[in-house]
């Protein structure tokens, strides 16, 4: 293993926030993280090709205008990408340091080259609490759950398994799927979008025809007894304005517990 990519897998066990997403491009995805300097790095940065990224590093701080640079010069490049920082060094200010704004500030529609602050949630599973809500969240009349297949990667959408997973190999063998289907038409597929050991994090998608019908809450659910089955640890977490994903963490019975800084870069 290259000592860089060896130091940066180490320095992210440290960290302090769900970062499957960030082990997930390096492990599976096969990203190389860029680092401040190659000896005795301060700051590392790698991005998923799902476009979330994350800095982080035993002293990050120190490393502050070099990790400005080098995020501007991937700006200037064309790159848009999700930002968390390692919550271990709030020093220095980030939203002086990246020059951002608030949601509420930017609007629906930022401008070109903006910075805009969100904010990322985080979600405690309780194992109880989950089995107590799933008896209530089946599918409606007309549909049923099943098991994801290899067919089931190349689902279009915003967010479904072709997003996180290179092949639908690898998208089974790390977890797979629960689809929730009417006579062969999929309305809505839980996966898993990222694995790391026993953690297991939950991505949600439904057709926008079928919208408010109870079908991803009904994914979700299939998809979370059979993750408690195995024994694995569910994990969620979302934007706070993802309000309908937060909405279904909390039916689920996930309980909120973190809220970090989550910056959208956009490109210039």
């Known amino acids: 293993m290259p000592p860089l990519l060896d130091h940066a897998r180490r320095a992210l066990g440290a960290v302090p926030l769900n970062v499957g997403f960030a082990r997930a491009a390096m492990d599976v995805a096969g990203a190389v993280p860029w ?33 400005v640079a080098h995020l501007a010069a991937r700006r200037a490049a064309g790159h848009e990408e999700w930002l968390q920082v390692d919550p271990r060094w709030t020093a220095p200010d980030w939203d002086d340091a990246l020059g951002a704004v608030p949601l509420a500030e930017a609007g629906a529609h930022p401008a070109r080259g903006a910075v805009v602050r969100h904010t990322r949630l985080n979600f405690t599973s309780d194992p109880d609490a989950h089995r107590a809500r799933l008896g209530a969240l089946r599918p409606p009349d007309g549909w049923r759950a099943r098991r994801a297949t290899a067919e089931d990667f190349a689902w279009a959408g915003a967010v479904v398994p072709s997003g996180f997973w290179p092949d639908a190999a690898s998208f089974l063998a790390h977890g797979g799927g629960t689809v929730v289907e009417r006579d062969g038409l999929t309305g809505a597929i839980a996966f898993t979008s990222y694995r790391t050991r026993d953690d297991l994090e939950l991505g949600i998608a439904t057709d926008p025809a079928y919208r408010r019908q109870g079908l991803a809450s009904a994914a979700a659910a299939a998809m979370l007894a059979d993750v408690l089955d195995a024994g694995l640890t569910p994990v969620w977490s979302c934007r706070e304005d993802n309000v309908g994903s937060a909405r279904l963490a909390l039916r689920l019975g996930f309980t909120p517990s973190t809220r970090t800084p989550y910056y959208h870069l956009l490109p210039w």
Do not use: I
């Open 35 to 67: 680092a401040d300097r190659e000896h005795d790095p301060r700051a590392f940065h790698v991005v998923h090709p799902y476009g979330m990224s994350l800095v982080w590093g035993p002293a990050v701080g120190e490393a502050r205008d070099a990790v």
